[in-house]
T-cell receptor
Framework: SQTIHQWPATLVQPVGSPLSLECTVEGTSNPNLYWYRQAAGRGLQLLFYSVGIGQISSEVPQNLSASRPQDRQFILSSKKLLLSDSGFYLC????????????FGSGTRLTVV | AQSVAQPEDQVNVAEGNPLTVKCTYSVSGNPYLFWYVQYPNRGLQFLLKYITGDNLVKGSYGFEAEFNKSQTSFHLKKPSALVSDSALYFCAVRDMASGTYKYIFGTGTRLKVLA
């Protein structure tokens, strides 16, 4: 069966420090991968998505970047965190095709202090 | 433009009563509709989806949703609410226009089931 792992679960980082959040998927190949941010426990904002290795699409201009160095690995990064980067970050994967749902990771709570 | 709306920020219902969480959509072509639930500090969990076929879709935890094409709605329902159903619920539609199968999520509805 397919599983998705996301870590760490919580992170407190000072302003100006770098960030690396990792997400890996097991039990499938060539998944579509997504990074979302959820602010204030409500709406979901799509940050990045990837349909293949090295293929990253950015949805909004921001202080973050994403990479997909391997088929089932998706990394969210920042060189210098801002206070506004605080939030709940969610990784998700899906198969290609409109009828497939998403499977979400358990999320990372990032607090920038 | 494709969109999905959840008109209620919060829905309160007494335990044992039926519950409805509303969702309306606007898409070009056939809609692919989904419901997800999120418990505090957790990722979203898939509840059910409508792709084609029967307008009443049954999903996890006793939830069901009714697809209504004329009203462009996909309301989530449960005949008898449990306190444990209290959570944040998201409706989503596939963004077919972009060709990438991304979701368009609603803003979420917080369900509170009162004992």
């Amino acid at each position: 069966s397919q599983t998705i792992h996301q870590w760490p679960a919580t992170l407190v980082q000072p302003v100006g420090s770098p960030l690396s959040l990792e997400c890996t998927v097991e039990g499938t190949s060539n998944p579509n991968l997504y990074w979302y941010r959820q602010a204030a426990g409500r709406g979901l904002q799509l940050l990045f998505y990837s349909v293949g290795i090295g293929q990253i699409s950015s949805e909004v201009p921001q202080n973050l970047s994403a990479s997909r160095p391997q088929d089932r690995q998706f990394i969210l990064s920042s060189k210098k965190l801002l206070l506004s980067d605080s939030g709940f970050y969610l990784c998700a994967w899906s198969m290609t095709g409109p009828s497939y749902g998403y499977t979400f990771g358990s999320g990372t709570r990032l607090t920038v202090v | 433009a494709q969109s999905v709306a959840q008109p209620e920020d919060q829905v309160n219902v007494a335990e044992g009563n039926p519950l409805t969480v509303k969702c309306t959509y606007s898409v070009s072509g056939n809609p692919y509709l989904f419901w997800y639930v999120q418990y505090p500090n957790r990722g979203l969990q898939f509840l059910l989806k409508y792709i084609t076929g029967d307008n009443l879709v049954k999903g996890s935890y006793g939830f069901e949703a009714e697809f209504n094409k004329s009203q462009t709605s996909f309301h989530l329902k449960k005949p008898s609410a449990l306190v444990s159903d209290s959570a944040l619920y998201f409706c989503a539609v596939r963004d077919m226009a972009s060709g990438t199968y991304k979701y368009i999520f609603g803003t979420g509805t917080r369900l509170k089931v009162l004992a």
